[in-house]
């Protein structure tokens, strides 16, 4: 296993095993034998961590990562074979049986839903559903020119890897939104930030354990405005603001080119 050779991820380790440590007698002693387990699907940089956030204000949920961007791909015994490993390559193929093995030593046995984030999960659904049984998910987009700005800014990336790979995940969930039906919700970083209220009755009502959910809080989701925390806030114009009219003219080139997909997210072309 490789590990980061930074303080805080050897903070993060001693962590991980405190965790461990504790699940293993609470889980032995008062876990429940039957569990829901709950995936969340959003790529990245489209609103998961605070989705997950807001989630986990449930009593009746556990996540198995409550660390960073909160995903089970980046606990330690999978971190090299989910995250480092090409994860969004197709022919990259992943051992489920010991990703449930280890996600089940850090999930809270105790709780009714068991919750991951791994973005990658968007195009690994299949997979998913063969080993995880009563898996439901909550799928999640957004506006993919703030997506585009996130992976600008966040990963250095050029304007026309941003644009190919927002378009990618889009199709992913397409996919997705087409081919699950009854163990699926769709909702959209726009109406989660707008209509708050009403998403959060869709999900109580899609998954009933979940109990209630506070999503007046502050929450800790990175954000471009501040690493504290705050309550939830589109950002969307801002970070859409922040596209050099040079990066928006080679982003609309391959925007252009699927307006369709845009448009059955109920997304369109901007101009600057």
Same mark, same amino acid.
């Given at each position: 296993?490789?590990?980061?050779?930074?303080?805080?991820?050897?903070?993060?380790?001693?962590?991980?095993?405190?965790?461990?440590?504790?699940?293993?007698?609470?889980?032995?002693?008062?876990?429940?034998?039957?569990?829901?387990?709950?995936?969340?699907?959003?790529?990245?940089?489209?609103?998961?961590?605070?989705?997950?956030?807001?989630?986990?204000?449930?009593?009746?949920?556990?996540?198995?990562?409550?660390? @960073?961007?909160? !995903?089970?791909?980046?606990?330690?015994?999978?971190?090299?074979?989910?995250?480092?490993?090409?994860?969004?390559?197709? !022919?990259?193929?992943?051992?489920?049986?010991?990703?449930?093995?280890?996600?089940?030593?850090?999930?809270?046995?105790?709780?009714?839903?068991?919750?991951?984030?791994?973005?990658?999960?968007?195009?690994?659904?299949?997979?998913?559903? !063969?080993?995880?049984?009563?898996?439901?998910?909550?799928?999640?987009?957004?506006?993919?020119?703030?997506?585009? !700005?996130?992976?600008?800014?966040?990963?250095?990336?050029?304007?026309?890897?941003?644009?190919?790979?927002?378009?990618?995940?889009?199709?992913?969930?397409?996919?997705?939104?087409?081919?699950?039906?009854?163990?699926?919700?769709?909702?959209?970083?726009?109406?989660?930030?707008?209509?708050?209220?009403?998403?959060?009755?869709?999900?109580?009502?899609?998954?009933?354990?979940?109990?209630?959910?506070?999503?007046?809080?502050?929450?800790?989701?990175?954000?471009?405005?501040?690493?504290?925390?705050?309550?939830?806030?589109?950002?969307?114009?801002?970070?859409?603001?922040?596209?050099?009219?040079?990066?928006?003219?080679?982003?609309?080139?391959?925007?252009?080119?699927?307006?369709?997909?845009?448009?059955?997210? @109920?997304?369109?072309?901007?101009?600057?």
């Amino acid at each position: 296993m490789i590990l980061h050779n930074s303080s805080r991820w050897y903070l993060h380790l001693s962590y991980y095993q405190l965790i461990k440590f504790i699940r293993f007698f609470t889980n032995f002693l008062f876990g429940r034998k039957d569990h829901k387990f709950l995936f969340i699907l959003t790529p990245p940089y489209c609103g998961s961590t605070l989705l997950n956030q807001i989630l986990s204000t449930s009593k009746n949920l556990s996540c198995n990562n409550h660390l @960073g961007v909160r !995903e089970g791909q980046l606990l330690p015994e999978v971190k090299n074979m989910m995250f480092l490993n090409k994860g969004w390559h197709t !022919e990259v193929n992943y051992d489920w049986p010991f990703i449930r093995k280890v996600w089940m030593k850090y999930w809270d046995q105790r709780k009714a839903i068991l919750m991951d984030k791994s973005n990658t999960n968007i195009m690994r659904v299949n997979k998913v559903k !063969e080993v995880f049984d009563k898996a439901v998910f909550v799928a999640m987009v957004r506006n993919p020119y703030a997506q585009v !700005e996130g992976i600008m800014r966040r990963n250095g990336a050029t304007s026309e890897y941003a644009a190919n790979f927002a378009l990618k995940c889009l199709r992913y969930q397409k996919k997705n939104k087409l081919s699950e039906k009854d163990n699926i919700l769709f909702i959209s970083y726009e109406e989660l930030c707008d209509d708050k209220e009403n998403v959060v009755n869709r999900i109580k009502n899609f998954i009933p354990e979940i109990g209630d959910i506070d999503s007046d809080l502050e929450f800790s989701a990175h954000n471009f405005k501040t690493e504290g925390k705050m309550k939830i806030q589109n950002l969307n114009s801002e970070k859409i603001n922040k596209i050099s009219k040079a990066d928006l003219e080679i982003v609309n080139s391959f925007f252009n080119k699927e307006k369709d997909l845009l448009a059955f997210f @109920g997304y369109s072309i901007i101009q600057q």
